[in-house]
Structures are given as C-alpha cells and as structure tokens.
C-alpha cells in the first residue's frame, strides 16, 4: 500500500462531501434541461430540442472529466492509499443514507474513481460494484404519483383538470373535443361501464421527446387487473396543442419505450420510483433500459454492467459467438440466454469493407446522436470489461484472440476487453425469414421495407442492406443494428442502370458503366436483399418504389427542402385524427 501522509484525518469526509456537491451540481444540470424540453415543446422549438438533446448526452461525462480536474487541484491523486478510499466510500454511503437519488449518486461516484485510479482498484472495496442503499424505500417529501379515484361519469372532469394543469403557455386547439374524445377511447378501450369506479393513477411528470409529450400512467379496476395508460400530446405551431393518441397495452406502449427510440427528458426528484412505476407497467423492460429511456444513461449503463458480473456468477453457460452470419466489422457474442450481445472492433476489415476502426467508432456517435426512430438499436459503449476466461467458450476465445487482438490482454484468469458495445439481442433478420410461416414472412419482409423507407426519410442511408444487418425485436419490429456504413441521404448519388449497349453487355462480369464511390443503384436492391422468391414477391409489392432511384432522389430533394417526415411511435390507427376520420 501506498500511503498519502501529507492528507488529513478527515480527508475521506471532506472528500465525499466534494464528490456529492459535484453529482448535485450534475444533476442541477440534467434538471435544468429537462425543465427546458417543456419550454421547447411549448414553443414548438424543435432544432432546439435536438440540440438540447445531443448536448444532454455527453454533458454527464464533461462534467465528470471537469469535476476531477477540479479535484486534483485539492487533494493528490498521484497516490493512492487504500484506506483513506475504503474510508472515502463509507462516508460517502452515510452522506447518501437519506438521498433523494442515491443511486445515481454512486454511479457519480464510480465514474470519478475510475477517471482518477488505474482498474486494478475497481473493486468493491473502493466503488460501487454492487448498490449500498436500496432505492425502494426512499422517503419522498412530493410522491411521484396523482392519483384520481372516479367513476366512468367522472372521468371526463378529471383529464379536463389534469391537462389544464399541465399549464402550457400555447393553448389548446380544442380541450373539450379532444377530452370527449379521450374519455370515449378510455370507455372503449378498457371496456368501462358508465357508473365503474376505478384509479387513476398518472405520473406528475411529463415525458418530453422531439415533438411529442406524453402522460404515463395506469387504470387499476376494482378486480385489481391494472392496465397501463399513455397519452400523446402533439403541438401545431399553427393551432396549438392537441391530443393525439391514447394507448392502454403493454406492447404499444413497450414500442414507444423500445431502446431503438432515442430517450425522453423528464424532471424528476426520484427517477428510481418513476422507473419502478414504469417497470410494473412494463415488466419486460429491464431498469437498465428504463433509465437509459428516461436520459440517465450512464446510470442504466451501472446497472447493466452489474446484471453482467451477477450472470456470469450465476450461469453455467459458456460465452459464444452470436448466432448468424459473422460480420466484417464486429464480432458479436453473448450468453446464449443473456438478453444483450457484446460487440468489438475486429482489428482488420475483410475487403471490401475499408473503413478505419476509428470510423466504426464515428458511426456509433453518429447513430447516438441522431433521431433513431424505433429503427436504430441503442447501444452501451464500456471500456476495460473483465470476462472470466472460464466463461468464454475455446471457439469464441481462440475468435477474440484472432480478430481483435489488439484490444484484448489476458490479466491472470482474466480476459480484459479494452473497448466494446451491449446491445440488446435480437434475432438476426435472415435467420427470422427462414424459419417464419406465411403469415409471418409477410408481416416482417413488410415490416423490412417500412423499416428501410422510414430511415431514410428520417435522413439515414443504412448503406450495407442486407438482412443479416437487420434484427428482430420482441414486438415483431424490424430494427437495423450494422453501422460501419451509415451515413446522412446526402451522401449518396441514386442512379438508374443505363441500357446495355447489346447483349454482351449483358452477359459481362462486370459492368459496361462507370460506377463512381458514392454511387448506388437501388434497382440491384431486389438481388442480394432475398434469397427466396416468395420474399422478393411481397417487397416488391408492397415497397416496389425502393427499387426505383428516382424514389430516393426524392427523398434527397425532400429533406434538402427541410420536408423530413415524422414518425410516431405507435400506429396510424390508434391517432385520434384517423379513429374519428376528422383531421386535427
């Protein structure tokens, strides 16, 4: 052990008092901006938002790196003393014995510790590897709940009351309208007779994401069947705000939290009560995922990590390459069962990929940053992950070791990976079309196209579109998840095929025209997209345009004229301007 004599008694005191007032001074920060996003969506400030949105995703690791700049000025960090650390943490866990977000307060805590310390300390003796308080029975001073006893008849007066204290500087378009509508999609949708008592019960905080606000809660009937609820509220710039949608099942809802959506701004004291609520809404979500929805990344990253190391105890499965086709780019493994895959840089590309690992790494910013619209996986980026070498299957070790050499060391019965991604699993695209029936080929080869033709007129060229690139989530939704050759629809030059010249040009191997780097040809899509006849038929009938250049070069002209379609996160027909054939 090194010893820091020059430090003080009290030095773990006055230490964990100044890593506090630093978490505090953070989340201030991410209060403030999801304070703002109300602000934005009232004032229909959009660009603003994204901005805000961006800005929000990286400021947690700013403020982490400035906080530690700060710290070193006061107390040595070249030395480190085992003793005045073990006794850093337990002043800081009495410090947080009585904390509104004690949680995120240790994960502030670990970020600082392993910014300041080399990962030979990243035990539990120092940081947080496994949670000190329990968020369960937090004391709140404010519940995060309202919560409305009423009948049917009732029903009516209490959504008036609730939306008019939301207290909006835009008016409404037409608040009585849309609370009748709103009240007749309850009784419809939940099956209510007039005189049923029920709860209502609503989280007081508003969601906030890109155009959009929502109102969360659950109806709990008096046979205590509860059913989730969420309202959708949109905002015209012309004739103000409206109710769009109201959704009251688990899987549309689940789709509108789904990790391919980017995440919400609330403002919140207790975001672990707010993710326990939302987990008993939607108990196929894990936390690790709902924080990250709720914009606390970082801490559903903690949480992640942590569900990791307690499965790898706790399994007697092996570590093995991910089912399907292998990638260029990645090599992906999991644990058979484990619901998330582990994705690093192979060292080299296989022609004809060319992009640099550092480019791979760009796509991933790129991706994170941008609007997803429930077609891009999120992603978990980790550094210095110890795997127990007994874990990983010998196939999957000896993979490691010759793709991605260079990004592993093995440290005593420790294989250490120095950077890769977690990703939610998904059953990979091809190996789904293969073993659908009819009925399901159809929906998903459907759901394929969708998927292609909303990113790209949300501004994504996917760039490599085969089937394998895309997976397939719980809800039957495709989701696009290899990023070494996405980039923005601007990039690219659509062009048609020019007519051969005779019939040998036909017969040639390679073609009879010049093909520049940027170049595309969506007519060649229905060539490598399918293997199967019966696939390319339901395409083309349903997305027969995708094969036409002249389609994505308006979808080029679109978007360079600012006309970028947005898409909701639930179906057309659950919109309150299609149920009642009116628009809005």
Not at 34 to 41: H, L
Not at 140 to 161: A, F, R, V
Request: glycine content about 2%; overall charge neutral; charged content about 25%.
């Amino acid at each position: 052990m090194m010893e820091m004599s020059t430090q003080s008694s009290n030095l773990p005191e006055s230490t964990s008092k100044k890593i506090l007032v630093g978490f505090e001074r953070h989340y201030c920060v991410f209060q403030q901006a999801s304070v703002q996003a109300k602000s934005r969506f009232d004032r229909c400030e959009w660009r603003q938002l994204l901005d805000d949105y961006r800005a929000r995703l990286y400021f947690y690791d700013k403020q982490v790196k400035q906080f530690c700049l700060e710290l070193k000025k006061e107390i040595n960090t070249d030395m480190f003393d085992e003793q005045v650390w073990i006794n850093t943490k337990l002043a800081y866990i009495n410090l947080t014995s009585n904390y509104k977000q004690p949680e995120l307060a240790e994960t502030f805590y670990n970020s600082v510790f392993c910014l300041l310390f080399d990962k030979r300390f990243y035990n539990n003796n120092f940081i947080f590897v496994k949670p000190s308080i329990s968020t369960t029975f937090i004391d709140m001073d404010d519940p995060i709940i309202n919560s409305h006893y009423i009948k049917t008849h009732q029903l009516e007066q209490t959504l008036q009351s609730v939306f008019t204290e939301l207290n909006f500087v835009t008016p409404y378009q037409d608040l009585t309208r849309d609370v009748l509508r709103l009240k007749e999609q309850f009784v419809k949708q939940l099956n209510l007779s007039e005189d049923e008592e029920f709860e209502l019960q609503l989280v007081k905080s508003t969601f906030f994401r890109r155009k959009a606000a929502y109102i969360v809660g659950e109806v709990v009937l008096k046979n205590n069947q509860v059913r989730p609820v969420l309202i959708v509220l949109l905002n015209d710039e012309k004739t103000g705000i409206y109710i769009d949608a109201l959704l009251t099942d688990v899987d549309n809802i689940s789709i509108v939290f789904s990790f391919s959506r980017s995440y919400f701004f609330i403002d919140t004291d207790y975001p672990a009560a707010v993710v326990d609520f939302l987990k008993t809404l939607l108990p196929g979500k894990t936390k690790a995922e709902l924080y990250s929805s709720i914009g606390l990344h970082k801490h559903g990253k903690t949480l992640l990590y942590r569900r990791f190391l307690k499965y790898s105890r706790s399994t007697g499965e092996k570590l093995i390459l991910a089912p399907g086709i292998k990638g260029m780019v990645m090599t992906v493994f999991t644990f058979p069962m484990f619901p998330y895959v582990f994705k690093v840089i192979n060292d080299n590309f296989a022609p004809p990929k060319t992009a640099t690992k550092q480019q791979v790494k760009d796509k991933y910013f790129f991706v994170k940053n941008h609007c997803k619209v429930g077609r891009l996986a999120d992603t978990w980026e980790f550094s210095n992950v110890a795997f127990p070498i007994r874990d990983l299957n010998q196939d999957l070790l000896n993979e490691l070791k010759t793709k991605v050499g260079s990004n592993v060391t093995i440290e005593g019965d420790l294989l250490i990976i120095k950077h890769l991604y977690m990703e939610n699993k998904m059953i990979p695209l091809n190996l789904y079309m293969k073993n659908a029936n009819d009925a399901d080929l159809k929906h998903i080869v459907n759901d394929y196209g969708r998927a292609i033709d909303e990113l790209i007129n949300a501004d994504i060229f996917p760039g490599d579109m085969l089937t394998k690139n895309f997976g397939v989530t719980r809800q039957n939704r495709v989701v696009f998840y290899d990023y070494d050759e996405i980039t923005t629809m601007d990039q690219p030059v659509f062009r048609k095929i020019p007519a051969a010249r005779h019939e040998e040009d036909e017969m040639a191997a390679e073609p009879w025209y010049y093909v520049g780097p940027e170049d595309v040809f969506p007519e060649e899509f229905k060539l490598f997209m399918f293997s199967q006849n019966d696939s390319k038929q339901i395409f083309a009938k349903s997305y027969e345009k995708l094969l036409s250049a002249d389609y994505w070069k308006s979808v080029q002209d679109n978007i360079k004229n600012g006309k970028i379609i947005d898409y909701y996160p639930y179906r057309q027909r659950y919109r309150m301007s299609q149920i009642y054939s009116q628009p809005l």
